[in-house]
């Protein structure tokens, strides 16, 4: 069985920025890949970034370019660095890995 913990949730501002962490407790290298999820109100859960330890990125549409998925292998952690956050990022953001463990979620909520 795997943990997943996720912190570094909170509120931000149009335009701000928060960066999410996702503690896991195995070795990163045997759950990838690692991805970062989320789940709006009323919506559907959706993948907003992925990373293997290949180093192979993959990011959601509506997220290009304002966030930047990474990841500490020491530490087994696996970050999500998010920039220029508008509302509509406002949700409950997931970690999971190897398609089948998944975090509690943190939530983020993004309004002035």
């Known amino acids: 069985q795997v943990t997943l913990v996720e912190s570094g949730g909170g509120l931000a501002q149009p335009g701000g920025s928060l960066r999410l962490s996702c503690a896991a407790s195995?070795?990163?290298?045997?759950?990838?890949?690692m991805g970062w999820y989320r789940q709006a109100p009323g919506k559907q859960r959706e993948l907003v970034a992925t990373i293997t330890t290949g180093g192979n990125r993959n990011y959601a549409d509506s997220v290009k370019g304002r966030f930047s998925i990474s990841r500490d292998s020491a530490k087994n952690t696996v970050y999500l660095q998010m920039n220029s956050l508008k509302p509509e990022d406002t949700a409950v953001y997931y970690c999971?890995?190897?398609?089948?463990?998944w975090g509690r979620g943190t939530q983020v909520t993004v309004s002035s």
């Open positions: 999971r890995a190897k398609f089948i463990y």
């Open positions: 195995a070795s990163i290298f045997e759950i990838e890949p």
